[in-house]
Structure formats: C-alpha cells, structure tokens
C-alpha cells in the first residue's frame, strides 16, 4: 500500500517535468493526473498478486485519472475547460465509493494510516475545485471588463482610458497587481488629463503571454497597446514598485513620447557595475513548469483566501475586481513568472541613464524600508535636473496606492508632472 502510493506520488512529480509533458496548465495537470494514476493502479494489481486481501477497486481511481490525463495531455485547453467543471463531482463520487470499498476490504492498519487520508484530501479537494470554478464564472458575470481588449500581436491586453486632455497618464501597478488596485489613484487623476490603466499579460482582464515578460517585452507591449489604442503621446508615467522599472525601461526605449516621471516607491534598477545574469534554457524551461504547477493550486480557492486577506482598503467596486483577479490560477501564474523575470527586468531598467530636464517626481514611503532603500531613490531622482525626491510620512510601500490619504500624494505627484509637462516650466517644489 506505500510503496504503491509512493510510486504514484513519485512518478506524479516526474511526469510534470518530463519533456515530452507540454508545458501548460493542462499538460502539467494531466501529466500529474497520470502519475497518480500509476500508484493505484499498482495497488489493484500488486495486491491481488501479492496479498491475501486483493483491492480491486484501485483499478477505478486508476482508469479515471489515467485517462482524464491523457485526454488533458493530448489535447489542452478544449479539453481542460470542460474538465473544470466535470472532475469535481466525478472526483468527489468516486472518493465516497473508494472509502466505501475500502472500509469493506482492507483489513489493514494502512486503511486508517494511508488510504483514508488519500481519500479525504482528494474529497476536499474535489469539493475546493467545484466552488472555484462556479466563483470564478460568477466573478466574469459580476465584474466585466471595462475599457477595451487589444492585441498587441500573439495577446490581447485590457486598456481603460478615461478623461480628456494631454499630456496623457498611463499608470504601471506594482508585481503582480492588475489595474483596479489603482482604484483611488486613477479616478482622481481623470479630471485634470486623460489617463489610461491597463493589465500586463496574464492579469486582470488580459489574456497570458507565450513569450517571457521582462520589463523590455512589458515595455514593447505597451507600446503597441497604445498605438493599436489610439492614444497618443507625449506621456506621463507613473510606476508603483517593480512598475517603475517598466517606466524607466519604456522611457529609455521612447524617449520622444515620454514627457514625464513618477516613480511611487519603485524598485531600483539594477547598479552599473553589475551585469546581467541570464539562466540557461533548461532552467528557464524548468521554472516555467514549476510555475504552472504551483499556480495551479489557485484552482483550489488558494488565491481566493489570499485576497479576502487583502485590498481592503481599496474603494469596494475596485478591491472586489482585485480579489476576484488575484483568485485566478493565470495571475498567480503571471505574478510568479514576473518575480523569475525580475533579475532582466532590473538590468533593463538601468538602460535609462539620463533623463534630461524632464519633471520627474520620485516618492518614498517612510515606513518599512529595507536599508539603501533611501538612497537608491535619490540615485533615481539624480536622472533628471528637473526632479523632486518627496518622502511621504507615515506611508508604507503598498499604501502609496492602496490607501485613500498615502494615494492623494501619489495623485498630487502625477498632476505636478502633469503640470510641468504643459508649462515647461520647473516642478514645484
């Protein structure tokens, strides 16, 4: 009974990082699926050869597993949006007849120690799938997109522009967030210029990318999102954390359509000194594939208790968006995926080495800095002879968006910039 549970928990493992296992959400699960599949079919066969008290009834679990990751494997997606819906249910029958036939023919202190914890942790966990799924087609009902999908070539990514005038302010949320988590800062830019949100590959309303998103493909994309979009420069950006890297990498990348900066606590880019340090093609291949399985979880309500811990203190329409986002296997995916990129993305942020006389405002939050923090944003604000380093008492890193008062000094910041960018005249200090 171990030996073959652990052979199924061991081949299971070893499916999901074989080479011949697409690397994609239903190729991972199936290959999962298949390994699990092999233990108890082990079990029906090893026991009736070996044993006195022959277990038969593994041969189900066997077939239904074996052949619901194969069918995930061979043919992807199709097949993986039905089976969503369909494997919750069947899993949960089938772990109630398994306990069943169990407790009638194992006569084993294995029943207790091993079978029966298999067997509820499959129950629940077919229980956990189910409610996802129906949460997650409630969510798409209850929260439809606003603005306008995109492609930018191989994806489509969600832009949301609201407001009139120029320069236009396009807004970069932090690692791993979607737009809606700048609820407060958007709505209140609006009035004064036009100002545009949208959601990198794989978040909010965006579909995933196939290619690697560092800062300079985050940086193409968005480019092409708002030529394909109709909106015109010159801009203002403004990055929150690993957001700003993606504005330093898109301002040194189109100097000419970037009037301005707003760095709000934004990661650093990477020193001069220090180069980059690419992974090899089989790492990258591997982490991809750990990537999707540890995303995979999020289809078990994970990510959902993750977000009702989070964004409360976002207006109520805008932190439900979020949590319903954050719930999703493709934005946990996408956020880890982007902290792997982060070395590159650091690297290119660097490319930016001067920005002229243009208005940049770089904010701090006060609480909560690790040390060179502070020192790393003045170096930042050094880019422009026409900049303003402004430390925001009291605030911490995410309430520069999150929070209602921290999020007015990040508003005020964008429309000084704003500001400078129609006068040419200096920022106020």
Same mark, same amino acid.
């Given at each position: 009974?171990?030996?073959?549970?652990?052979?199924?928990?061991?081949?299971?493992?070893?499916?999901?990082?074989?080479?011949?296992?697409?690397?994609?959400?239903?190729?991972?699960?199936?290959?999962?699926?298949?390994?699990?599949?092999?233990?108890?079919?082990?079990?029906?066969?090893?026991?009736? /050869?070996?044993?006195?008290?022959?277990?038969?009834?593994?041969?189900?679990?066997?077939?239904?597993?074996?052949?619901?990751?194969?069918?995930?494997?061979?043919?992807?997606?199709?097949? %993986?949006?039905?089976?969503?819906?369909?494997?919750?249910? +069947?899993?949960?029958?089938?772990?109630?007849?398994?306990?069943?036939?169990?407790?009638?023919?194992? /006569?084993?202190?294995?029943?207790?120690?091993?079978?029966?914890?298999?067997?509820?942790?499959?129950?629940?966990?077919?229980?956990?799938?189910?409610?996802?799924?129906?949460?997650?087609?409630?969510?798409?009902?209850?929260?439809?997109?606003?603005?306008?999908?995109?492609?930018?070539?191989?994806?489509?990514?969600?832009?949301?522009?609201?407001?009139?005038?120029?320069?236009?302010?396009?807004?970069?949320?932090?690692?791993?967030?979607?737009?809606?988590?700048?609820?407060?800062?958007?709505?209140?830019?609006?009035?004064?210029?036009?100002?545009?949100?949208?959601?990198?590959?794989?978040?909010?309303?965006?579909?995933?990318?196939?290619?690697?998103?560092?800062?300079?493909?985050?940086?193409?994309?968005?480019?092409?999102?708002?030529?394909?979009?109709?909106?015109?420069?010159?801009?203002?950006?403004?990055?929150?954390?690993?957001?700003?890297? %993606?504005?330093?990498?898109?301002?040194?990348?189109?100097?000419?359509?970037?009037?301005?900066?707003?760095?709000?606590?934004?990661?650093?880019?990477?020193?001069?000194?220090?180069?980059?340090?690419?992974?090899?093609?089989?790492?990258?291949?591997?982490? /991809? @594939?750990?990537?999707?399985?540890?995303?995979?979880?999020?289809?078990?309500?994970?990510?959902?208790?993750?977000?009702?811990?989070?964004?409360?203190?976002?207006?109520?329409?805008?932190?439900?968006?979020?949590?319903?986002?954050?719930? +999703?296997?493709?934005?946990? /995916?996408?956020?880890?995926?982007?902290?792997?990129?982060?070395?590159?993305?650091?690297?290119?942020?660097?490319?930016?080495?001067?920005?002229?006389?243009?208005?940049?405002?770089?904010?701090?939050?006060?609480?909560?800095?690790?040390?060179?923090?502070?020192?790393?944003?003045?170096?930042?604000?050094?880019?422009?002879?026409?900049?303003?380093?402004?430390?925001?008492?009291?605030?911490?890193?995410?309430?520069?968006?999150?929070?209602?008062?921290?999020?007015?000094?990040?508003?005020?910041?964008?429309?000084?910039?704003?500001?400078?960018? @129609?006068?040419?005249?200096?920022?106020?200090?």
């Amino acid at each position: 009974m171990a030996a073959s549970l652990a052979t199924g928990a061991l081949a299971a493992l070893l499916l999901v990082v074989a080479p011949f296992i697409p690397p994609t959400e239903s190729g991972i699960t199936g290959g999962l699926w298949c390994g699990l599949a092999l233990g108890w079919a082990m079990l029906a066969v090893l026991s009736v /050869r070996f044993t006195d008290q022959p277990q038969r009834w593994a041969a189900a679990p066997a077939l239904m597993l074996g052949i619901s990751g194969l069918l995930l494997v061979t043919f992807g997606s199709p097949v %993986y949006e039905v089976f969503l819906w369909v494997w919750p249910p +069947t899993l949960l029958v089938l772990a109630n007849w398994m306990g069943m036939r169990a407790h009638r023919q194992l /006569r084993s202190w294995s029943r207790r120690v091993l079978v029966y914890p298999v067997i509820a942790t499959l129950a629940l966990g077919s229980i956990a799938g189910g409610l996802e799924t129906v949460r997650e087609a409630a969510d798409a009902t209850a929260y439809p997109m606003p603005g306008r999908s995109i492609d930018v070539g191989g994806h489509s990514l969600h832009l949301n522009c609201t407001g009139s005038g120029t320069p236009t302010v396009v807004l970069e949320p932090g690692a791993g967030e979607m737009s809606s988590v700048l609820g407060w800062v958007a709505p209140a830019v609006a009035p004064n210029t036009r100002v545009c949100v949208y959601d990198r590959a794989g978040r909010g309303w965006s579909e995933p990318a196939d290619t690697d998103q560092d800062g300079a493909q985050i940086a193409t994309d968005l480019h092409t999102l708002l030529e394909r979009g109709d909106v015109p420069g010159p801009y203002v950006l403004a990055g929150h954390s690993f957001g700003g890297l %993606y504005t330093l990498t898109f301002a040194a990348r189109y100097p000419e359509e970037v009037g301005g900066l707003v760095l709000v606590d934004s990661a650093a880019p990477a020193p001069a000194e220090q180069g980059a340090s690419p992974g090899t093609a089989g790492s990258d291949k591997m982490l /991809r @594939r750990v990537s999707i399985l540890v995303s995979t979880t999020a289809r078990l309500g994970l990510g959902r208790l993750y977000g009702m811990l989070d964004y409360g203190s976002l207006p109520p329409r805008s932190r439900q968006e979020a949590r319903a986002s954050v719930a +999703t296997a493709r934005q946990l /995916r996408s956020t880890i995926d982007e902290y792997v990129q982060g070395g590159p993305s650091t690297d290119q942020a660097a490319s930016l080495v001067d920005f002229g006389d243009k208005p940049l405002v770089v904010l701090t939050a006060s609480v909560g800095n690790a040390p060179g923090w502070s020192a790393d944003q003045d170096a930042m604000a050094a880019l422009s002879t026409n900049s303003v380093h402004r430390v925001v008492d009291d605030a911490t890193h995410a309430s520069m968006i999150s929070d209602e008062g921290d999020a007015a000094a990040t508003t005020q910041a964008i429309l000084d910039v704003v500001s400078s960018v @129609r006068s040419g005249g200096p920022l106020v200090r």
